[in-house]
């Protein structure tokens, strides 16, 4: 969070929680008024008297004689007749009435009115004032006037003239709401808030009086007797004067409890009742308790003990009940009804069967429970009465005994009492020549040091002591009652103070006058900067008067204007505690308590004065600091058994005086919610879409508050610019050491360090012994008193910014309230809206969320007037808001809404340059601010307009002003602080990648809460690749490689690849090689000649899949780039790549796809400019030999893996099974065996696919064991298998292959397969090709496989196979036939001559075919079409003379062997004319010529 340079997010916090600390304490200190009795009963003096020199506590402010009219018509009467009197607070006029007529007149101003009602003959006997039910009378009709005779009871409505409700109220009498009395004499009539009408009759009943708008049959106006029975119908219809069921008791006061829904009843023989009204105030009559002997009863809660401080009370007379007054929730929650007896005491009544607060000392606790259902009417203890004599300044208990005989009793004799609000006044008749009225209030000094907690123990602190004031009255005083605050001051209030649960409003159905008022009883420091100070009207038989209760505020204000002695001021600062008087001095010097008139300059500089005056409000000290005196012992030195208290700062009472005045100025709306939600809350009480979200507080109430803080903010900053006070000194010159305020000790000039000097006084950090003399021994203090100062003006200049802030935060409630902030928050989600009901005023002004949720309501706010059908533009409500509240509504806002604004006029223009220029504009005002911007809406309007440099290069701008110094890649920072940068940074970087998923049409997904705009859709593929192109080039010219990173990753995702490719940065490569690797080790650019054995080393770690994509990409990259050995050695990587996840092993054909691009790319590098000179051509050929030998070996590995599938599937072949199953032999062993070897052999394939093997681990543990021998034979071949001394080796894998091909498909399969591995292999040299134990083990097999008849097998098959796998090479074919022929121990049978020799002729006719093949130009098999398959004399001129010697030679020594065969010439006759034939062909002279 980043606001101004006056208001800093520290500050603000630490000052909030300084305020919430003192806002706690002073809910703390309002102790219920149970416990305050409770506490007092144990202290030596309940009372108190205002000091004698003090201006009055009360005093009169106006007296007003009786209207003329009245006197005359009661001076008519002779004095004889029926005179009643009262006060209507409600409509500010008191009443009379003198027999049959009733004067109603104002008793605020004498407005010279008086009107007289006299409609009936019958003398008034009761009058009451209810309010009107809704919806029976005219709204204008407010209130009803109830008149009783004995005859009849009248109804009266009043109409107010609409302006002022006390100017003009005209009576006008209503017939038909008239109602028969039944002969009942009506004795007191008493109303509800709810509009209920309840008369009291002589006859001891209570009665209410209902009416409706009923017409016809339906009476509008009926009476209804509440308390009814049998025995009073008897009494009072048949024998009414005769039979008497028992001695009636009249009622003669009726009061309501309008928050707990009482009535109290009190009769002439002072019996009490207590009746229910229901729980909402409106149900049936029902009473719940009576009791009569109250006054004989102890303080049975107490166990009957005295109180302390009553006297003794006159014995001849019992006292009597004078009134009845039921106490608001907010003196108590446990003492419901107070009852004033005649001798001046007090008796507190409870209907709970129990009482207590169960221990919840002043705190919230008690407060909150909810209100039981009363069952009983009991005394909870009694107060004494008050002391008499009371005059101006009477100690503790003095009593004045001037003009008293002695005979004459001590007891006040109270002819009249009233109770309201915790002030008590008593109409006193006990001397002889006057009455007095004696005025009890809580003493206010008391509370003070409740609150401030100054040494005294909790019970004293707790204990209620009241002050006693006393003014004479002429005449007996009739009435009391209260005046009630204006209608204007009362809405304030209430609306304020509503939702408190402590405030008394919570419960109560009352107007917001009387409301308003009851908040009186918490005291007048607590609400005397927002209340008035208190009036009382006294009815008298004289006149009327006007009395007025000074608050301590008031007192301080009259001993300033009075020049009165310092003394005075000093005794007030020690009565209330520096504290309190400090903050008094704080509402004087600022004018901000609520006063009459106007606060002169000359008062409001001397209380200035006086906050800053140390010797009055004393200076910031050490706690502790007399511990360090404790510690010495009497002969100076040290007790070592003491432990030493560690100092701790104390503050001023200027400090604490402005915590006071500031935390009682913010409590209605410090710690409750500032916004509320109507309606829409499920049975959950969770958020719903249909709640209307709205602002608590009207915008009068706000802004009277914002008013009183502003003005005390700006006393504070005026001192401080002046440099008046301790404050305005250190604030304004800055701290001494430099290390708290603004400045530092070398800023200070000699003059102004000697004026803090002087102001601090000569302290010493040294403590002085008793002596006066200094210990160089001393233990030092921690801070020194200019440092202290310093501490405390930095926590004075923390709450005057935490003040501002909260002004500031009034004034933008206002302002939305003003703008309809229901409209405003409309469009917001439910957890947003949820968000906003649910966040404190103390949130809104001290925390992170407040001010994103504040910045969020502004933008609304500028939404709504800058937005198509708004009301202005940016100007208007940005002066508004950079005037009220600029801490909230920054330089860098403004110019986001400028851009905004522009962003708006480029939407709806059409023509495209200037488009571009608004687009262009609103960018420059952003890049001002890119930090305080709100991008995600932006940025999204920017691409509306195709203005993507914005998109880019804002976000960008944000993200370096969110980190500058790297924080998200400083390893040496917290975990923590590095993943916040780093997601603050994603943030930003979010924005430019969600444009780029927008044109790649792939944002299908919400972005940042808005849905994807159709917009989009419209530009043609050519458009999107254009402005795809062009935000990555942006992007890469940015200098962030962070969000180079970002912007690559996304690019893949989004398969931009080719565009990534052609336009990444010189970061690029490292990007790819980091991002596809997990060991440090990676290949990079080739800088010189490297070993094959080095680059193999770097191969074959482990790739999860989703980086392989970095390392296809790096491929190409290298490609596209020519480096083609870099190519090679990435694909080698990705070929040779494992895998951790089995899912994700990479087949063996992606693999040989690998590979074989790698040989390619090993073959391209000839044309690479990689590396040079000769070093170039000997590094290309060792790759490409290091390629090509992984791919053979690979295809090994595939063929292998093959094999064994194929393996696996015969065995697992329905056909082997059933067959298996036929045989008789097999038993079920065998098919176990041959499913766990079926289950080997998956296994082994399956282990081939997961990785590639080596040559030697191929060939030792697949090929060989599972008897592959045509691949153990290939691999030997590409091995250069050079043999061992006997090439045992080769030979047996050759005679295993022979042998397994036999079996499988006799002679003609072993001629295949000779022939597809001879010819893979030859030539072998004779070590890896065994010529010899291949024909003698084929001709062997033939001959006894034709013998035997088991297969049909050819002359010419062994030879010509043996032909094949020699690639048509004769030569090496003849050796070998000549070999074994010439060895008669391996030939020893004829026949199997006979067929050597038979192969001999086929191979002998191949070489002289090849030879004239060669010759022709033509292949053998061409030849030997041409020739017809034999030779002819003519032919023979075609052969070389040198092979023909050869072929010659051998046919005739062939010829020779044949006839020495012992077999007959029928088997050998064929073979030896083949001979003769050949050499007869090649002996011609024709084959000379030709040669």
Known sequence: MSWDDEIVVRDVTNAGLVVSDRINRDVAAQTDLEEALEASRYTSHPYSTHPREWPPLVEVMDTWELPPVLIERYNAAGGEGTALCGVFPEIHRAWASVDNSLFLWRFDKWDGQCPEYSGEEQAICAVGLAKSKPGVFVEAVQYLLVLATPVEGVCCCGRGDGTDPYEEVSLQLLPEYAIPSDGVTMTCITCTDKGRIFLAGRDGHIYEMHYTTGSGWNKRCRKVCLTVGLGSVISRWIVPHVLKFGAIDPIVEMVVDNERHILYVRTEDMKLQVFVLGPKGDGPLKKVAEEKNLINQKDAHYGGRQSTGSRPSNRSAKPSIICISPLSTLESKWLHLVAVLSDGRRMYLSTAPSSGNSGAVGGLSGFNNSHHKPNCLKVVTTRPSPPLGITGGLAFGALSLSSRTPNEDLALKVESAYYSAGALFLSDSSSPTMSSLLIVIRDASTQSSASAGLGTTARTSRALRESVSSLPVEGRMLYVADVLPSLDMAATVQSLYSELEFSGFESSGESSEKASGKLLARGDLSTQHILPRRRIVVFSTMGMMEVVFNRPVDILRRLLESNSPRSLLEDFFNRFGAGEAAAMCLLLAAKIVQTENLISNIVSEKAAEAFEDPRVVGMPQLDGSSAFSNTRTAAGGFSMGQVVQEAEPIFSGAHEGLCLCSSRLLLPVWELPFMVMKGGLDTSNAMSEDGIVACRLSSGPMQVLENKIRALEKFLRSRRNQRRGLYGCVAGLGDLTGSILYGTGSDLGAGDQSMVRNLFGAYTRSIETGDGRTSNKRPRLPYSPAELAAMEVRAMECIRQLLLRSAEALFLLQLLCQNHVTRLIQSFDVNLRQELVQLTFHQLVCSEEGDRLATRLISSLMEYYTGPDGRGTVDDISARLREGCPSYYKESDYKFYLAVEFLERAAVTSDDEEKENLAREAFNFLSKVPESADLRTVCKRFEDLRFYEAVVRLPLQKAQA??????????????????????????????????????????????????????????????????????????????????????????????????????????????????????????????????????????????????????????????????????????????????????????????????????????????????????????????????????????????????????????????????????????????????????????????????????????????????????????????????????????????????????????????????????????????????????????????????????SVGDEDVVRALLAACKGATEPVLNTYEQLLSNGAILPSPNLRLRFLRSVLVALREWAMSVFAQRMGTSATGASLILGGTFSLGQTTVVNRGVRDKITNAANRYMTEVRRLALPQSQTEAVYRGFRELEESLISPLSFELY
């Open 962 to 1351: 969110l980190d500058p110094a790297g924080d998200a890649f400083n390893e040496q920072l917290d975990a923590g602080i590095r993943e916040h940068a780093l997601a603050q940074l994603q943030q930003c970087y979010e924005i430019i990648t969600s444009a780029l998923r927008s044109l790649k049409g792939e944002a299908s997904q919400r972005e940042f809460g808005f849905p994807v705009r159709p917009a989009q859709s419209s530009l043609n593929q050519a458009s999107r690749d254009k402005y795809i192109r062009q935000i990555v080039q942006l992007g890469v010219q940015s200098s962030d490689r962070v969000f180079h990173e970002y912007l690559y990753r996304t690019m893949i995702d989004l398969g931009l690849e080719n565009e990534l490719l052609e336009y990444g940065g010189p970061d690029l490569v490292p990007f790819l090689q980091n991002a596809g690797r997990e060991s440090s080790q990676e290949v990079r650019a080739v800088s010189g000649v490297t070993s094959t054995r080095s680059r193999e080393g770097l191969t074959g770690a482990p790739i999860p899949s989703k980086q392989t994509k970095y390392f296809d990409l790096l491929a190409r990259y290298y490609v596209l780039k020519r480096q083609h050995v870099l190519a090679a050695h990435v694909l080698l990587r990705l070929a040779e790549r494992r895998s951790t996840d089995a899912g994700d092993v990479p087949t063996l054909e992606q693999r040989r796809h690998y590979l074989s691009n790698a040989v390619l790319q090993a073959k391209n590098t000839s044309n690479s400019g990689g590396l040079i000179g000769s070093a170039r051509g000997a590094f290309d050929n060792g790759l490409l030999d290091l390629l090509e030998g992984k791919l053979a070996v690979l295809r090994f590995q595939i063929k292998i893996k093959e094999d064994l599938e194929a393996i696996a599937s015969r065995l697992e072949s329905p056909q082997v099974t059933s067959e298996s199953a036929q045989n008789e032999s097999c038993s079920e062993s065998n098919l176990n065996a041959d499913t766990d070897f079926a289950n080997t052999v998956r296994e082994k394939a399956r282990d081939l696919s997961l990785d590639l093997k080596s040559i030697t681990q191929l060939y030792n543990e697949y090929a060989v064991p599972f008897e592959l021998w045509e691949i153990c034979l290939e691999m030997l071949y590409f091995a250069n298998y050079s043999g061992d001394a006997d090439s045992s080796i080769a030979r047996e894998t050759w005679a295993r292959l022979i042998d397994q091909a036999l079996s499988k498909g006799g002679i003609a399969e072993a001629c295949l397969v000779l022939k597809r591995v001879g010819s893979h292999i030859y030539p072998g040299e004779g070590v890896v090709l065994p010529l010899d134990l291949l024909c003698l083990h084929l001709e062997k097999a033939a001959l006894e496989r034709l013998a035997s008849g088991v297969e």
